[in-house]
């Protein structure tokens, strides 16, 4: 609880020390920056420990955090001295604070909304994971290892605890920020996860609010209700962010009620031909939803599933976790190949602190300023040589700033950001000026200094960092099923066709339609030409990769594969059909005469500089959907598995705001039969939607506790034994917590026990069993942030873009624990500087001759099983 309120009143403290600075900066937005100044504080905040610890100028300590809070500080109080140029410094400064404090004075409703808001999703994010703070799963041990480099390391790059004597070679920004946090309020990693996961929920929240608060707030001179509707609405755009879902849970209600089942047998199933599902359901007694984690019968909910005891249940388990994995790719021969199609909600509740998760803020963020841009912020002029820039130098400054901090966060975000303004940009050029040729030299002039400036920036990062990547892979097989399509987006789909429909015939706006024809389907046929250009010319430049490809596709010669590769998109052109549908509209009415627009839309519910800036939202997701329908990075993988999630989860985010955009102004606007018809549409689009989070949270949590609560506090209030007052007291105590920790406690108290004393011992290099991937191994470095010499080698692998790095530490590590020789074993302990030898059960698994550690080394722990050794 402790934890919890140090980092709510730490990072809204920080929002307030920021927001003279977001006012000036996003003066050209309704709310000033007000919902963005937590996340632009902790951006820029962390941006200055990050840079200063790395030029060695400061230490990642207590010490480095205050002096970056010290140069925000000064910020902010240059930001309110440079407002107004009349009086002296002081009366600068009372003035603009008197300023601000009228300006909140006279929002309070909209401050109070966004303070309870904050706080509401922050604790209801921080009580879930508190009922359920397990880390050790999936790739969480990956994000405790990196929180717990950082907080360990003395300066930076921060050391790699998988991989002794190496840098982490990954987009770590997120985690920096993570283990700031965490330092300055004592936190331990194993509680700073969950509660950093709690925050970006929270900090997405209020993003996304203030986005859409900006954007009907331009209309409320046109007749669109007063500030409290558009407050109230304004609650629609974190709702369709961060709970609205896929359709996988409500279709998860009708396979268990074998709706379209005849017998053994049904059409629609294995038409939709999800994973699983298109198999015949178990049958179950009592009626309804085993799978899904209790019954319901005709009297309701009947029983809650023991989330322990059942969440590796096969049936039980993978429900849930299909609804991340609705889109599925098929060879020619019919082989599966896997794809991850996440989604907010899915990753905050499965605690994914993964960079796409963690940057989901400052990509709101982003686009916050892009839509400040496109408003008329920062107005001015930068010249540098032959470049010519239509903005001053802090806006140029603030999208170096926020577009380099999104690629130190989550590389693959900048696609879509840097997509968005210069988008932005260049509508801003054609809107005041007209379109001409000219327009494109003026977007390069802009983008490319933009990009260098980005990355001067951040330099340090790019210096140590190396990537899997490996160029683009045409998508030839692969396209995506307008079913499986629908299944993931239908929540979003349906309310950006109602938006378009209205926009164009209620709000009569016009449309340069033909133009949007050409330009999609053009846009499409150029995909598709490129995606077999490059097929064609790997096959002829690369002769053995393209003969293993036909091979893996059953065919003989690249004839024959586009004769087949070209019948099968054919047979699946629903997809690529639905996003043309999106794609075609929005471009026509985004390109629509400008002047024509403005004054059609006067009397009507909604601004057209809104409905402009969400037309390109419509359209930057529907092209990072189409994208990896022709194209794909190259991974280890060799699949379009990691493209597709991550272009999908950014198109979630921006169609996420333009649905909330689309269902708010319908909401005001819409009258008569019109309204009802779209209320009863509505609140079906809710149940669908919702479907899913309110099944899985009861699960995922275990309950949240409640009955086992319940039990507790009733022994305490009737039993009459003391004994068991105490010990249901002490249990009710630890019943939530925020720290994974204590799960590993009760777990196996001995390597806790171990853990713990690690956890405060000097540092040094610790030897500890290896394993694969996604399992128990490496968790002593993870756990206490010491260098091990090997932790996950199929990551490590990812991270660096192969195995040289890590020789034959493997092999070296099992030599060191078998063997009998204890000059061999020296070698190896000198050759990569080990201080420490840990002994427990993983290490016990495997061949152990411990005599010569017990002969020629220092015991330093032993407790049960466990014992770590430290060379003399």
């Known amino acids: 609880m402790g934890w919890f309120f140090s980092w709510y009143l730490t990072i809204t403290l920080l929002g307030w020390l920021t927001f003279p600075l977001a006012s000036r900066l996003f003066a050209a937005l309704p709310d000033r920056g007000y919902t963005l100044s937590r996340s632009f504080g902790f951006l820029l905040w962390g941006y200055v420990f990050w840079l200063l610890t790395s030029l060695g100028l400061s230490q990642n300590d207590v010490g480095g955090l205050f002096l970056g809070l010290l140069v925000l500080a000064g910020l902010s109080v240059w930001a309110t001295q440079s407002k107004n140029s009349g009086g002296d410094a002081l009366s600068r400064l009372s003035r603009n604070f008197s300023d601000l404090i009228s300006w909140a004075k006279q929002n309070r409703r909209l401050v109070m909304n966004v303070e309870i808001l904050f706080f509401i999703a922050f604790a209801f994010l921080a009580f879930v994971r508190a009922s359920n703070p397990e880390l050790g799963s999936t790739e969480k041990p990956m994000e405790l290892m990196f929180i717990n480099s950082i907080l360990r390391s003395p300066t930076f790059p921060p050391w790699d605890a998988w991989l002794s004597g190496y840098a982490i070679s990954y987009y770590h920004f997120g985690y920096v920020m993570t283990a700031m946090l965490a330092k300055l309020t004592s936190t331990p990693g194993s509680a700073a996860h969950n509660l950093m996961t709690a925050l970006i929920f929270s900090l997405a929240a209020i993003g996304s609010y203030g986005i859409l608060y900006n954007l009907l707030s331009l209309g409320r001179t046109s007749g669109d209700g007063n500030s409290s509707s558009i407050i109230r609405r304004s609650f629609l755009a974190p709702m369709f962010l961060l709970l609205i879902s896929n359709a996988e849970g409500f279709l998860e209600i009708l396979y268990k009620r074998r709706w379209f089942w005849s017998g053994d047998s049904s059409a ?39 989330f322990f005891s059942e969440q590796f249940e096969p049936d039980r388990y993978l429900w849930w976790w299909r609804a991340s994995r609705v889109v599925s790719d098929f060879d020619l021969g019919g082989g599966f190949k896997e794809i991850i199609d996440e989604f907010p909600f899915f990753s905050f509740l499965h605690a994914d602190l993964h960079p796409h998760v963690l940057a989901i803020p400052f990509g709101l963020l982003t686009i916050a300023a892009a839509f400040n841009l496109y408003l008329g912020g920062w107005r001015g002029e930068i010249n540098v040589g032959r470049f010519r820039m239509r903005i001053n130098l802090l806006g140029f400054g603030l999208l170096s700033l926020l577009l380099g901090g ?48 980005s990355v001067l920036l951040y330099l340090p990062f790019y210096i140590g960092f190396s990537s899997q990547l490996g160029g683009v892979i045409p998508n030839l097989v692969y396209p995506t099923r307008g079913a499986h399509l629908w299944v993931m987006f239908a929540t979003l789909l349906l309310p950006l066709f109602a938006y378009l429909i209205y926009l164009r015939l209620a709000e009569k706006w016009p449309g340069r339609w033909w133009p949007a024809i050409r330009f999609s389907l053009g846009l499409v046929l150029l995909l598709w030409g490129i995606s077999w250009f490059i097929g064609w010319a790997i096959n002829w430049f690369e002769p053995d990769m393209g003969a293993l490809f036909l091979q893996e596709q059953g065919v003989f010669d690249i004839r024959s594969l586009f004769r087949q590769a070209s019948l099968k998109r054919l047979t699946h052109i629903g997809g690529l059909l639905t996003l043309l549908a999106v794609l075609i509209p929005a471009i026509a009415l985004l390109v629509a005469d400008r002047k024509s627009q403005t004054k059609k839309a006067q009397g009507k519910v909604s601004s057209p500089k809104s409905n402009t800036f969400v037309l390109l939202l419509i359209t930057m997701g529907a092209l990072l959907v189409i994208g990896p329908e022709f194209l794909y990075l190259r991974d280890q993988f060799g699949t379009r598995i990691n493209t597709i999630f991550k272009f999908y989860y950014q198109a979630w985010m921006v169609w996420s705001l333009a649905a909330a955009y689309g269902m708010a102004v319908l909401i005001q606007k819409l009258r008569s039969w019109w309204k009802y018809t779209f209320w009863l549409g509505f609140v079906f689009l809710l149940f669908v939607g919702l479907t899913y989070p309110v099944l899985r949270l009861n699960i995922w949590a275990g309950g949240f506790k409640i009955e086992r609560a319940t039990t507790l506090l009733d022994t305490i209030f009737t039993d009459e034994s003391e004994i068991a007052k105490l010990a249901a007291r002490q249990e009710l ?18 390597e806790a026990a171990a853990l713990r004393w690690l956890g405060n011992a000097p540092d040094g290099i610790i030897s500890e069993a290896i394993g ?9 470095s993870t756990n206490t942030g010491m260098p091990t010499l090997l932790g996950w080698p199929g990551h490590e692998s990812q991270w660096r873009g192969g195995y040289e790095a890590q020789g034959s530490r493997k092999s070296d590590v099992e030599t060191l624990y078998a063997t009998t020789d204890w000059q061999l074993a020296d070698e190896i302990i000198s050759r990569y500087n080990i201080r420490y030898i840990f002994v427990g059960r993983l ?26 050794y430290e060379v003399r």
């Open 772 to 780: 694969g991937s996604y399992s128990g191994f490496g968790r002593v």
């Open 406 to 453: 999104l690629a130190f966060l989550n590389t693959w975000d900048i696609l879509i950001a840097a997509a968005l303004v210069l988008g932005v940009y260049a509508l801003k050029r054609v809107e005041e000026f007209g379109w001409s040729w000219g327009r494109l030299k003026e977007v390069f002039s802009f983008g490319l200094p933009l990009g260098i400036s």
């Open 268 to 306: 629609f199933w294995k038409w939709l031909d999800i994973k699983d599902l298109n198999q015949p359901p178990a049958q179950l007694p009592g009626g309804l939803l085993n799978r899904l984690g209790f019954w319901i019968t005709s009297d309701g909910v009947s029983g809650i599933g023991k």
């Open 843 to 868: 290490e016990r698994d495997k061949p152990l001759r411990e005599e010569k550690f017990q002969q020629n080394m220092r015991v330093v722990f032993q407790q049960g099983n466990v014992v770590i």
């Open 733 to 750: 105590s630890s019943l939530w917590t925020l720290d994974y920790f204590d799960l590993l406690q009760r777990q196996n108290p001995d």
